[in-house]
């Protein structure tokens, strides 16, 4: 007569705290389970035996055990708003120019104490990098673009900021009078300052500032009048920090984007690639490695390869380096602005080394129908190539054939 069989099952659960109280789980929260398997717990097997020496008499089909875990959302820790600031002399007054990047730095430290981030130099540079806008002629004319706002918003996403700042020194002036019997000579600086929110380009914050600083003539004529003009630009940076800094709090700033933008590219390479596809009994899967291996285009977004073309992608919508590369080929690379549904379709030109190897594109495609028909070979699939509209398949030769036939059989 057989013994009796019992089955005896152990449930081991281990809580992220290290305890298995019960507990209701939190807005947002997820459990993890994870099957424990015998072989990789020891504490599962000293289990087993203690039960099977407790119960000598009986025998152990299975032993199940399961990890638990449970998380929570990390709470979101709030960011001061980022903010970049470009101030412009559009004076004539000698020295002014070498004012300016003391004029911005006077004023980030103004507004440090205020919640904002200020963006400093090397970081605006490596934004503009990051965006390939490495020449000075590029770079003027997208900061010039800020102060008539053609290019905030292009900036500021480039820039990766919440706010753009730009402040103008439009007029630094010089007037002498006669008060009484004494002459007066009177500086009077006048400045502007614009805070554009970078999301919508709109503005949150606007003001036209001047102020006059009288001197007597004897000390002040003579002089270029830049230490009294420095004294005016150090008030203006104290009134209009704290003025930014009072209104900063009400400024809203754009959410980031919680959707994707879904978008796709292609280039000339990928169609003469589906060109030879034409008649090629295989599976999609198949013909899709083929566009991959053959093809052999990348595709990089803001410096990271993320994938081959043809190809859908998704990333968060707005301003992205995209970069379209190939062996052979010009790298194209363009800054483009990826909204959902874009379509990119690429028209790429050999290289110098590409014209050297191939000579022409007709070249190019003749060799590269070659390598088609060998990959497919590999895979044991017979081609065909109907080359009668081709007006060159061989290189440096007149074309004596106009159907080349390339027949692969599986071994």
């Not at 994707?260 to 000339?268: G, K, L, N």
Request: glycine letters at 8%; one cysteine or more; charged letters at 25%.
């Amino acid at each position: 007569m057989n013994r009796p069989t019992r089955i005896i099952r152990f449930l081991l659960t281990a809580c992220l705290a290290g305890t298995c109280a019960a507990r209701a789980l939190a807005q947002g929260a997820t459990t993890v389970n994870e099957t424990v398997k015998l072989e990789e717990s020891a504490e599962l097997r000293a289990f087993k035996e203690r039960v099977q020496a407790a119960n000598p008499d009986m025998e152990i089909v299975s032993v199940d055990a399961r990890q638990s875990a449970t998380l929570t959302p990390k709470p979101k820790i709030a960011k001061d708003p980022q903010v970049a600031i470009f101030v412009k002399n559009q004076t004539k007054t000698a020295g002014f120019d070498d004012l300016v990047d003391g004029v911005r730095d006077r004023l980030a430290a103004e507004l440090a104490g205020a919640g904002l981030t200020v963006l400093d130099k090397a970081e605006i540079a490596d934004g503009f990098n990051r965006f390939k806008i490495t020449t000075e002629e590029e770079r003027a004319g997208l900061i010039n673009g800020v102060f008539t706002g053609g290019s905030t918003v292009r900036v500021a996403q480039m820039l990766g900021v919440d706010f753009v700042m730009v402040a103008s020194i439009i007029g630094a002036d010089r007037s002498v009078r006669t008060a009484g019997d004494q002459r007066v000579v009177t500086f009077t600086l006048r400045m502007t300052v614009k805070v554009t929110a970078a999301a919508t380009g709109a503005s949150v914050y606007g003001e036209n500032w001047t102020r006059r600083l009288p001197a007597p003539a004897e000390s002040a004529e003579g002089s270029d009048g830049n230490a009294y003009f420095s004294d005016l630009l150090d008030a203006w940076v104290q009134e209009t920090g704290a003025a930014l800094a009072a209104k900063a709090p009400t400024w809203k700033r754009a959410e980031a984007p919680a959707e994707q933008a879904t978008f796709t590219v292609s280039t000339t390479v990928d169609e003469l690639i589906q060109g030879l596809e034409t008649g090629v009994r295989a599976s999609n899967e198949l013909l899709d490695e083929m566009r991959r291996l053959v093809g052999g285009v990348t595709v990089e977004l803001d410096g990271a390869a993320i994938g081959s073309s043809p190809g859908t992608f998704t990333c968060a919508p707005g301003l992205h380096q995209l970069r379209i590369s190939r062996a052979w080929m010009k790298d194209w690379q363009q800054t483009v602005n990826i909204r959902d549904g874009a379509n990119f379709r690429v028209a790429l030109e050999l290289s110098d080394a590409g014209l050297q190897r191939f000579q022409s594109l007709e070249g190019f495609r003749a060799l590269t129908a070659v390598a088609y028909a060998e990959a497919m070979a590999r895979k044991g699939v017979k081609i065909n190539f109907d080359t009668a509209a081709w007006r060159d398949v061989t290189i440096g030769k007149p074309v004596e054939k106009t159907v080349t036939t390339i027949v692969t059989e599986k071994p």
